[in-house]
């Protein structure tokens, strides 16, 4: 079956513009995450949706990242006010959810580049 | 705070021979131990995971180590191939609380 799907593949934006990352989790995926990728880092959490839950927002860095789910499919990474550290991968992955394995399954990213 | 600490940051190993990579994890709260294998341009992916209730798990060339006292978890690649060659993430998370805590990442690169 489909896996995670994440467009663009990558972004090239000016410094202070906005963008927006969309990701589509695995069918009947019920949670839904965003992690970072800065060059040569690990993976830093940014956000956690589970159903209709409110979102765990605590990873995100600044009040110009936001992230929004519809329902339990479609996510979209929004990041306002670009700056150059801001440049990274932006990863998705889904998973069952709550009693289900915590396996989660990762998109490709977007590679985003602030100039 | 960095919660898992993973090492070494890159290995070289040459074709057949044993990879190690250790991480090490702070929170006593985590229970569930993934490690993950990415390639250039791609996701990570789940290649094996351990919870803290047995000390080791295999499949097939790959064996996770747990040592619950020490704190720490160990990835282990048997008769180490080419195609073996990738990033390797180590990371954890808490019961009930699924979202992943990773190490920084080792890049493996396995020798002809």
């Given at each position: 079956g489909a896996g995670v799907s994440q467009s663009p593949s990558n972004k090239v934006t000016e410094k202070g513009k906005d963008v927006e990352l969309r990701c589509d989790p695995i069918s009947g995926h019920t949670a839904l995450y965003w992690y970072r990728q800065r060059l040569g880092q690990g993976l830093e959490f940014l956000i956690y949706f589970q159903?209709?839950?409110?979102?765990?927002?605590?990873?995100?860095?600044?009040?110009?990242f936001s992230a929004e789910r519809t329902g339990e499919s479609v996510s979209t990474l929004t990041i306002q006010r670009?700056?150059?550290?801001?440049s990274a991968v932006y990863l998705c992955a889904s998973s069952?959810?709550?009693?289900?394995?915590h396996e989660q399954y990762f998109g490709p990213g977007t590679r985003l580049t602030v100039t | 705070q960095q919660q898992v600490k993973q090492s070494p940051q890159s290995l070289i190993v040459q074709k057949g021979g044993i990879s190690i990579i250790n991480c090490a994890y702070?929170?006593?709260?985590?229970?569930y131990f993934p490690w993950y294998q990415q390639f250039p341009g791609k996701g990570p992916a789940l290649l094996i995971a351990i919870r803290p209730d047995v000390s080791e798990k295999k499949e097939g060339r790959f064996t996770i180590s747990f040592n619950k006292s020490a704190k720490q978890f160990s990835l282990h690649i048997m008769d180490?191939?080419?195609?073996?060659?990738a990033t390797y993430f180590c990371a954890a998370s808490r019961g009930g609380y699924s979202t992943l805590t990773f190490g920084k990442g080792t890049m493996l690169l396995v020798s002809p």
């Open positions: 159903g209709n839950s409110a979102p765990d927002k605590s990873g995100l860095p600044s009040d110009r670009t700056q150059q550290e801001d069952i959810g709550q009693g289900g394995s | 702070e929170n006593t709260a985590f229970d180490s191939q080419p195609g073996d060659s």
